[in-house]
């Protein structure tokens, strides 16, 4: 069976707002490499210390799930365009996931470990996907978010800023916005109220149970060290059949971002991500939807979403 391996092409596209001279911001592409190997066997070489150097390979267990999903037999590459619509959409199609979650501490590990309330101090009034993904996510929104001011509806933005990308208009009674810069959260017109909070350094959420039903993350899930400790929180705040909603790009502040996520591609990343709603519990079976407004074009999008048990 050929099995995926990973070779880093970085490049530095430019964010929204951004100058290559304030943000390296970098794009990250797998490959498929010829090598004859099973997935236990090369998960255990893994985590009994078999290395290969470590910003080349380190995702390597993502890729073999995904290979198990058939989501390549070539060695094409796989970029951020129309090839890719497949293969993100079906990474998440019964999945025979290991029993034990197979991520080591250290792939959680960043290039940049000095406090993340440095990095985010100074408030930053940009967004950081092209405008046409900002359309993508918000149409995404506008068909599953509960309507407009419905009773009782509450929503809490994790990892948010001064702009949540939610429908022009959108209100509830009560949306929720925790993020890392109180100046970008005030701004954030949608918010009725706000959480200045480093998920890092604290992932227990400041809420009841129950308390929301919807939960979304956009572009920053990549950032997170301790997930299952923020996934399980997450669950525990939603409503039964609350909805969690983590959308992605393949951009990031590369230096921030954790290692298993720098050094794989998008497939990869939605089979992360929906290893943190396995893992953490009390999820339904999580699904893949890409939602890539003009592939191959402007910035891909991607959602991996979960509803909380009900039971």
């Known amino acids: 069976m050929a099995i995926l391996g990973l070779q880093l092409q970085p490049r530095f596209p430019v964010l929204t707002g951004f100058s290559h ?11 498929a490499v010829s090598s004859v190997s099973s997935l236990p066997s090369k998960l255990k070489k893994w985590n009994n210390g ?4 470590r910003r080349l390979v380190v995702g390597l267990g993502a890729s073999f799930w995904a290979q198990l999903m ?9 970029m951020a365009s129309a090839r890719l619509k497949s293969t993100v959409e079906q990474a998440l199609q019964n ?19 000095s406090p993340d309330s440095l990095f985010y101090e100074a408030p930053r009034f940009v967004t950081h996907i092209d405008d046409a993904a900002i359309a993508a996510l918000t149409k995404y929104y506008s068909e599953v978010f509960p309507p407009s ?37 005030k701004q954030n017109p949608v918010l009725t109220e706000h959480v200045v909070q480093d998920l890092n350094l604290n992932p227990k959420l400041p809420f009841e149970d129950n308390s929301f039903d919807v939960i979304t993350n956009v572009v920053s899930v990549d950032y997170l060290t301790k997930p299952l400790h923020v996934f399980k929180e997450m669950c525990r705040v939603l409503k039964p059949g609350g909805l969690a909603i983590m959308s992605f790009s393949n951009r990031c502040f590369w230096t921030k971002a954790i290692s298993i996520w720098t050094s794989t591609g998008d497939t990869d990343h939605a089979m992360i991500v929906g290893s943190y709603f396995h893992y953490a519990g009390g999820f339904e079976p999580p699904q893949a939807v890409d939602i890539s407004p003009n592939p191959g074009r ?3 999008m991607y959602i991996v979403y979960s509803r909380k048990l009900s039971t």
């Open 50 to 53: 078999g290395r290969l150097p």
């Open 149 to 185: 001011n419905t009773p009782g509806v509450s929503i809490l933005d994790i990892c948010s800023s001064w702009v949540s990308h939610f429908p022009k208009g959108y209100k509830q009674e009560r949306i929720v916005g925790m993020g890392m810069n109180e100046d970008e959260l």
């Open 70 to 78: 058939n989501m390549a037999g070539n060695s094409k590459s796989f």
């Open 298 to 300: 402007s910035d891909p």
């Open 21 to 31: 001279s304030r943000l390296s911001s970098t794009t990250i592409h797998a490959r």
């Open 95 to 113: 999945v025979d996931w290991p029993e034990q979650f197979p991520f080591k501490d250290e792939d959680f590990q960043r290039f940049d470990e």
